[in-house]
């Protein structure tokens, strides 16, 4: 999933686990720095995998209802996942699990920026009200940091505010 950027294995509602096993005894997430930047899935998946096996099945046992509402849709829920991508990496590079070689390093950062790069390409029609946008500046550091991890031993690193809002949803398990 790293080294793609794919997350294979779907939304929360569909996987059965158990919460003691989850961040913090509950909570969504994998670092917990995620902060605003968290998305509930593939970083939980990363918590529960670096703990041990798991089963996949590849049966479909849900499906996936797409609408015009859903977050995904959202540019800043967008830009947040890419920066999410890049919090995961960065995480397994430090825990030294997942991202072990070199090899596989280089293939998860370029993978991302590869990725990465189609996003920055459609932004240059972007107005400058979009530009400015917090989320937008962030995955600009994200980006520059990614793209610098590669030159410097694959040390991710890069400053941005995960603080979330009052009010906004904290991660915690339902």
């Not at 096996?53 to 849900?62: A, Q, R």
């Not at 977050?71 to 890419?82: I, S, V």
């Amino acid at each position: 999933m790293l080294q793609s950027t794919i997350n294979y294995l779907g939304e929360p509602t569909t996987a059965l686990l158990r919460k003691k096993y989850m961040l913090g005894g509950g909570r969504l997430g994998w670092t917990g720095k995620e902060g605003k930047y968290q998305i509930s899935d593939f970083p939980t998946w990363f918590c529960l995998m670096a703990q041990g096996d798991l089963i996949y099945i590849t049966e479909p046992l849900s499906s996936f209802r797409q609408h015009d509402s859903q977050q995904h849709q959202n540019l800043d829920t967008h830009f947040g996942g890419l920066i999410c991508w890049t919090m995961m990496i960065q995480a397994a590079i430090e825990r030294n699990v997942f991202l072990q070689k070199d090899i596989d390093k280089r293939k998860a950062i370029i993978q991302w920026l590869k990725y990465a790069d189609e996003n920055v390409v459609a932004m240059k029609d972007y107005p400058k009200d979009v530009w400015e946008r917090t989320y937008v500046q962030d995955f600009l550091k994200a980006y520059a940091g990614m793209a610098a991890s590669l030159s410097n031993g694959y040390h991710v690193e890069y400053n941005i505010d995960t603080t979330r809002p009052k009010g906004i949803y904290q991660g915690d398990a339902v």
